[in-house]
């Protein structure tokens, strides 16, 4: 199972930016996914999570400006990021709770990473 992260980039504050994240593999179903982020010398923090059933959580620091939503038969996680500001600025990491065909378990599995920068 592999996540591919897309969409990351430099922007200047109030901007928009929307980050793409989709699975592939031998996936028979996906439940929870989510974004964290991880700024330079902090510890990766959670942005947004959205279960399979489309129930929702955010931070506090993003609550009304990031929306997440998916695309549950194409297994992939969208992150609208609006009204961008400096501290948005981390590498942000797509998360996904899969159950692979011929396995009992969901796993956790994480994308790469892309990188956003917000110019003040």
């Known amino acids: 199972v592999q996540l591919q992260a897309s969409g990351g980039g430099l922007v200047q504050a109030g901007g928009f930016l929307r980050l793409s994240c989709a699975a592939s593999?031998?996936?028979?179903?996906?439940?929870?996914m989510g974004w964290y982020r991880q700024a330079p010398g902090k510890q990766r923090e959670l942005v947004a999570t959205?279960?399979?059933?489309?129930?929702?959580n955010y931070a506090d620091s993003v609550k009304d400006r990031f929306t997440i939503s998916r695309d549950t038969p194409k297994n992939t996680v969208y992150l609208q990021m609006n009204s961008l500001k400096p501290e948005d600025t981390a590498v942000y990491y797509c998360?996904?709770?899969?159950?692979?065909?011929?396995?009992?378990?969901?796993?956790?599995?994480w994308g790469q990473g892309t990188q956003v920068t917000v110019s003040s």
């Open positions: 998360n996904a709770g899969v159950r692979e065909i011929g396995s009992t378990w969901y796993l956790d599995y």
């Open positions: 593999g031998s996936i028979l179903s996906v439940n929870s």
């Open positions: 959205i279960t399979g059933y489309g129930s929702t």
